[in-house]
């Protein structure tokens, strides 16, 4: 939805299962009193696309129906840190980077340039969830404890049969994501 201000801060996502999203938020338990993420915000994100107005919004959902991939299998695999784990700022879950998800991710990046001249990003696509966002530098024993929780859940790979354009909402109580459309595979 358009706001007041007529702008969406969009992104482009691929939604993770219910049963991978249980599974993390159980392993946030043995971590209580920081700020993990909520459930309803555990996706992978393909591509931020940032603030647009209402004619960018529907360029943005129109070329997006352009998007032709098949159905793949993702697996989840290990943690890291972001930038690294010397200096965190995220904590995250990955995700194993497969040639069908990079090949979806250069379609929807060369669809976004042709219909609103979104170049890019020329940062590396690391493929994960992000988790945690530290607002202080948490002690070695906690990242060493962060990383070996998470890499021993054993979650199985699943199926993408579609990827979502999400709109964001920042609120005091953490980011407010909604579901703006939905694209089959």
């Known amino acids: 939805m358009i706001s007041e201000s007529n702008e969406l801060r969009l992104f482009v996502a691929v ?56 159905q793949f299998t993702l697996r989840p695999d290990g943690t890291g840190f972001f930038p690294d784990a010397a200096k965190p700022s995220i904590f995250w879950f990955g995700l194993q980077e497969s040639a069908e998800l990079l090949a979806l991710k250069q379609k929807v990046d060369a669809v976004l340039k042709s219909a609103i001249g979104l170049t890019p990003e020329a940062r590396g696509f690391v493929p994960h969830v992000t988790l945690l966002r530290f607002k202080s530098r948490p002690d070695d024993e906690l990242i060493a404890s962060f990383s070996a ?9 699943f199926s993408v049969s579609a990827f979502s354009l999400y709109s964001s909402q920042l609120s005091n109580s953490g980011a407010i994501y909604v579901k703006e459309a939905e694209y089959k595979l």
């Open 149 to 157: 929780k998470f890499s021993s859940l054993g979650l199985p790979e």
């Open 15 to 70: 939604d993770i299962p219910e049963e991978h999203k249980t599974a993390l938020l159980k392993a946030q338990k043995a971590f209580p009193g920081l700020p993990w993420i909520s459930a309803r915000q555990i996706h992978l994100t393909m591509r931020f696309i940032g603030e647009v107005d209402v004619d960018q919004f529907d360029r943005v959902t129109g070329c997006l129906n352009d998007v032709s991939a098949s």
